[in-house]
């Protein structure tokens, strides 16, 4: 009997059918040289690969990646893993009445409650030309952060990825600064919520989360951008010219080391906190993320974005 | 008039009276082949060098380092630094009626009052093994905890440094737990109040907070003195061996880098948190520190612990 | 006609039979989408890859890796290599009267005459306190260390690998005691004995040599590990304070360098000897099994291990 | 007989009188507790130390570093080199009719005159967009930088340094262009009159070319700040958004290498020529620098700029 | 109809019949166990991949890497990229009368015509010994030097590759020292003919360019044989020790770095320059080389010989 | 009563008279503008520092570096160490009936028996061409080879060093060759004995045993002037190629990383363990060196040479 499940449930011996995204499609050529396609499809609970046999030329452009399909077809286990032999494959039609935008991977929270929190954090701030640079620059762009992941790299592009990830940094900030009250928690939110603003021209991105460097975003890169930004709107402003100075170097200096992209050190408290707040989002997201699929008392594969470190979950 | 002040007080032309610690002494031959004692004395708000002219050979012995003493001379400007030019000297004697440790700088908050906050974390932890663990480890090593330094430089030196920074370190655990649910606290807070506990081992240090490697100190290091600690002591409780390892874990991986005496990286979330928190406060006390005596505009000299940078004290 | 003969024997156009280990098997599938048995089996001489075209889908379960295996297949030349085209498989069986231990690669000496040697070491240890240590610690992983290989990576799991390093150390250790003779030689045999003996739990292995990483390995690795029993040990027996630290530091900072594991480097001479003794064996091992299929003139393939290095077969 | 020398004609048993530059001056104290002055001075043909000997407390600042001596005094040789004991010292006043800058060592070259070769470059640049920036930014700074040095340091602190640099960079571009005729010289001869254009703004330098950072210098640094400075003439002058972004991108990555802050590497060929023409000019000054006193056959001291290079004289 | 192209002018569809070098020819086994081959052929305008479905055991050699074939095949468009479908090949025979140097990327410039210009340099010396050591060294490496290619890595693999290099770097000499006119030329050009020399004892090539490593090579390297090489000739000519030690060194030390070959760095200005020039040349020919197929306004994919930078194709 | 003592017997308090060698003497100035000598003097067994209060100027260079002088003085302790107040110097003249070479610090053995058993082991190369090559080498080098010292740095600028350096590692490579019984001994033994033959050129050394550089020894060092010795002993006896190509790489590889001055690695195990053969000793004499007056139970002070460890002195 035919399943409609998430891609979560699939076990082998399923037949299963229902609406997916393609992430990666591409024709190839058996070694008897036939073509088949092989494709990645997506929802919001995973990703799984499957194959087409005996395909045309051709085919793999009718549903290119991006878009969303109707599909049928067989779950097997290869080597460990379920994969699919897809069956049929579709184009999903306006008839389906089915939105794209509901079998993305999104942040765990609405966009809209994350923006409004966010923009809390804007009206806390009290010196006027800090939060009027911070405000005109998060108003500009606020259509793109509604939905912009927080990186390139597949893993992090979730829909919304980077309004999250500034938001729990935001409370983290907070956070600290009842510890470390000497902080000035006007720069650290300002310096939060500028920090990675021109990822949004950095990289760009379509409404799915996939995205691609741009231009200027390879060229210069968001951290020279955002120095750019914030000299410009500060200007237009006539803010303090102290405030645009601690404002662009804390931008700068935020991802710590040359290396790294970084051409100075925070040569503030609040700079250097901004570094470590982010530091610690970056990798809760990626460690509760690569452990979430593992049992206790085991371990990971090794994680080329954490230095191919092996993570463990306890069994505590 | 000669007047009794702090050392912070002191002013170009003063002639002062009072008593302060040595912190370095030591007897010198000027050119022209006569001895002088060249000081530094401390008290809880600065400290300052001064020089004794024509000493005896043998007399910097009369007042080591670590001492009281009573002293008076004048204060001069020399190359824009104070500097004391020393009349009299002698060991302050028991009829003064003071208490060397009031001329000790120290932490902020009083000792006890920490260390009651402190053990407040220890009875936060749920796991009884855990708590078993941390609690016979703590209560063990109290008396050292009350007043040790944080660390061996100079600059740390400061008496019950140790157990403020475990502290600020545990609230700050305290408040990121509430941001990333997630995390084991008893791992955490565990994990916070064991990382540096074996620094009490590594460094022999006096009640006035002046350290020196001790001959485990040196061979080991108080990262694997740690590991052998937990070890015996978990072994000694019984407790569940998944509990004495990550707390290992924990300890090993805190410094994260290897040249800096980590061999493995974190491989949970608290070890992450753990490192980041530790970075945050040693990091936090720093820029403080030097920035205390810093005007608004102004830049620090190249701070050698923060890789040479130079702090700058902003006027917002 | 088919032919039993050793790996190293086979010639392209043979027929052969035999009894061989599985080293790795794994089904695939072809392009025309069926299914075929990719296997690696191995005899003491050498190893080889087999196809086993058109199997079912669970066939690989019934002669796992691990397993002695009767087979029967032809020899092959493909892209100058050896390989065999399988017609026949199936697992060996108590009729056959094999001992799958004659079919693995071992150190070329045999373990019980190995051990007897090496024991004749422990024995010429003076320092009652330090022979008492590795006396025990010897003789409580006796029984692992007959058979376990020096290390996870393929190339060294040979059966008795680990003793054999052990022991071609201690041969070195004492010729060079004869050259530079302040050296104590208590302290140097004691190193060597026990510098690697914690990767008996580091990894887990089974009779064959084959090993994997087990979770205290891979949390706290065999230095930490080792640590730790020599101070459990050492407190046992009430063993002097110096030799304990003595003992934990030479095992401690073998590795050397910070990012190859050792947190501290030799501090004694015996220390530094024992990091360059491990060295020597290391790569003289390397270097012969490397060059033993290599021509006069010719050069090996880079070898990872080397860092990429090729090495050459001299002709003189 | 008293003589009037320049310092590079000094010998031993001279006494001379004269006007030279105060580079560095402090008042010492000598072990037996007397005043002395030791003194730096300069003039166009090198540097010498000397001696007060018993002088007034206060005394130092009567002839400031930076002003201008009338001086007298006797040279002696110690441990090979000459040094001045200074007999008589007073501040130049206006009736000695002397102008400080005939007493500062200076490139080559009149400023005037490489201003104008300098400019000639920037008429050679056919693109109105990139002739335009440059144009703004070069007449903007014209003041500066006729006599700005081209560093800190004191070894490149000659007077109109930076433009010394630019022009023979500019010479050396236009050469290899003749060679590597692909290069687009608009881009190429604005990128090296650009790229160090804001040192006039990271620098704080008096008339005598001794420089100390600027705020904005310390915070942001040179390249931040010309990245920023030809965003905004760009915008003002509506030039071509791919000029501005090539521009930007040359300035950003002439440095190279993220940790001498260049956060991006080259991507087109004329960055990348500038960074070699930028290399070769500071190198080629600095090499000649150091040679000019050294005979055939020798060798100079190691040269901390040159990573402790010595520099060998050739007989040539 | 079949069309004679340039694989250049390749398009998908077309049917084409022409002349080619094999580069590479592999015969590979398909998943349904059948032989096919896999060729790269190149000509002087590009390179292709193609495949010969159901060859037979043993046709690989007939038509192996570095000979001149005929063939026939339908260019597809396979992943973006094209590809030859073979239908015919063989080897080119004498009645083809085709010569295959006509058929090899070759340098821009006549091979005679080059060595002309490069011998005019070895004229313009000055110095007798310098002149007679260069003369010596590059008239018996003339025969090898007229067609070796620059490097071993294909890229660089082109006919004449060396000695195209060594003229552009000879000219680029020339017009620096227009600019530092105190380089000495005598120096500057030997070392420029001489710093590559032994590459063509380093390398084993044939006509085609397609290189080695030879066994002196591998073992000492061009560096050390071009030291051996200059004293070796040097003192055959008794030439003055100055300037065997002096070319020597400039050999030695061109490479700047440690890591990539020089154990010393430069000490006279000469030796600086010639390494800068080896880096313009080598940047300036590979980014051209690269950027050629890239249209205005896009990237080239990330480049390893260039650290992974992605160029940029500017639309000035 | 003055007492004729080595400097390892003096004691503070005593007055003694003797011969020592001045190794270090400088003419300084004290700041009440008085000259003064500071010496310091070796003999076999230490060194010490001395001042001679109210010297003329030139009297430094009546008894320079390297001479031997007779000289009383008085013993006193400053900051915990000795120190000679001088009361009368002269140089030693002829009646004083005593020899130089008696006051040096020497390697332990003879230098003729040191070289009777190294030439023992030119005799025991069975490859006549090695044999060959080693034996021309080391004859022509043997006079200086019987005296110099191992390195420039005064630490091992022990008279008969590099003999006593290149001994100890024959033995100790005889001793392997023992264990590691494939290598071939011919080439280990020769590699040895050329190993820093060239030492003797890039070295200008006296019969004390201190050294500087020489002008081949800066632009070459001793690794290429080695090779350049190899080429052209091994061309004069026409010498198998692959016999100069290998001992050649011997001593190319022998510092094992491009960083300490070797571009290749070993490819051969013989190059190999001519490297560790090497490490050992030089290690070896340091700890003995740094250690010999440490007390049991105590630490040395961070060792430069030995990366800033510092050594421990073990009780056992």
């Known amino acids: 009997m035919v399943a409609e499940k998430n891609i979560q449930e699939f076990k082998a011996g399923d037949e299963i059918q229902g609406f997916f995204i393609v992430k990666k499609i591409e024709r190839k050529l058996s070694s008897n040289n036939k073509n088949f396609l092989d494709l990645t499809i997506i929802d919001q609970t995973g990703e799984i690969n499957g194959k087409l046999w005996d395909c045309q030329p051709g085919q793999e452009a009718t549903s290119p990646a991006g878009s969303l399909i109707k599909l049928r077809g067989n779950v097997n286990e290869w080597k460990g893993k379920l994969q699919l032999k897809i069956s049929l494959i579709?184009?999903?039609?306006?008839?389906?009445?089915?939105?794209?935008k509901d079998f993305v991977l999104s942040a765990p929270l609405k966009a809209e409650e994350m923006f409004d929190e966010l923009y809390g954090f804007v009206q806390k701030i009290k010196n006027?030309?800090?939060?009027?640079?911070?405000?005109?620059?998060?108003?500009?762009?606020?259509?793109?952060?509604?939905?912009?992941?927080?990186?390139?790299?597949?893993?992090?592009?979730?829909?919304?990825?980077?309004?999250?990830?500034?938001?729990?940094?935001?409370?983290?900030?907070?956070?600290?600064?009842?510890?470390?009250?000497?902080?000035?928690?006007?720069?650290?939110?300002?310096g939060i919520l500028l920090h990675d603003m021109?990822?949004?021209?950095?990289?760009?991105?379509?409404?799915?989360?996939?995205?691609?460097?741009?231009?200027?975003?390879?060229?210069?890169?968001?951290?020279?951008?955002?120095?750019?930004?914030?000299?410009?709107?500060?200007e237009e402003l006539r803010a303090d010219e102290e405030v645009i100075l601690l404002l662009q170097h804390m931008v700068l200096s935020h991802h710590y080391e040359p290396e790294f992209g970084?051409?100075?050190?925070?040569?503030?408290?609040?700079?250097?906190?901004?570094?470590?707040?982010?530091?610690?989002?970056?990798?809760?997201?990626?460690?509760?993320?690569?452990?979430?699929n593992i049992k206790p008392g085991e371990f990971t594969q090794p994680i080329w974005s954490l230095e191919n470190r092996r993570l463990y979950q306890s069994s505590l």
Chains 1, 2, 3, 4, 5, 6 share one sequence.
């Open 90 to 100: 579709r184009l999903a039609n306006e008839s389906d009445g089915k939105n794209i």
């Open 128 to 190: 006027t030309d800090i939060k009027g640079i911070v405000d005109a620059i998060i108003m500009a762009s606020k259509e793109k952060l509604m939905y912009y992941p927080a990186a390139k790299s597949l893993h992090h592009a979730i829909r919304s990825g980077l309004l999250y990830h500034i938001l729990r940094m935001l409370r983290t900030g907070e956070k600290l600064s009842q510890v470390y009250t000497n902080v000035n928690t006007d720069l650290l939110f300002a």
């Open 198 to 234: 021109e990822k949004l021209e950095e990289l760009d991105s379509d409404e799915l989360g996939i995205a691609e460097y741009s231009r200027e975003g390879q060229l210069l890169g968001h951290i020279s951008m955002g120095i750019n930004r914030i000299s410009k709107v500060g």
């Open 262 to 292: 970084s051409p100075k050190k925070p040569m503030i408290p609040e700079g250097e906190l901004l570094h470590y707040i982010d530091m610690i989002d970056a990798r809760m997201y990626d460690m509760e993320d690569h452990l979430k």
